[in-house]
């Protein structure tokens, strides 16, 4: 999968990285939007922590169900939602 990786304000590279495994009680979203925050982008503060995949607030498409969940146990849907 592609992600962008934050190594300073300067230098922020698409790379390559493995698709991750999700544990049983775990779910894997397909990330379609992702928020950067302000001390994303505080150098600074960030930059100790490099290299780095930012982001939160995220929206996307629910791809894969770990083994302990089950959907008759939560809710989903097919189609977009707005939240917040």
Not at 26 to 32: D, S, Y
């Given at each position: 999968m592609k992600v962008a990786v934050y190594y300073s304000n300067d230098d922020i590279r698409i790379e390559e990285r493995p698709k991750p495994r999700i544990a049983d009680e775990?779910?894997?979203?397909?990330?379609?939007a992702s928020g950067i925050c302000g001390t994303?982008?505080?150098q600074w503060y960030r930059i100790k922590k490099a290299p780095r995949v930012?982001?939160?607030e995220m929206a996307g498409e629910i791809v894969e169900l770990g083994t302990d969940i089950s959907?008759?146990?939560?809710?989903?849907t097919n189609s977009p939602i707005q939240v917040g």
């Open positions: 775990e779910i894997l979203v397909k990330m379609k994303d982008v505080m930012l982001g939160h959907r008759s146990s939560h809710q989903f």
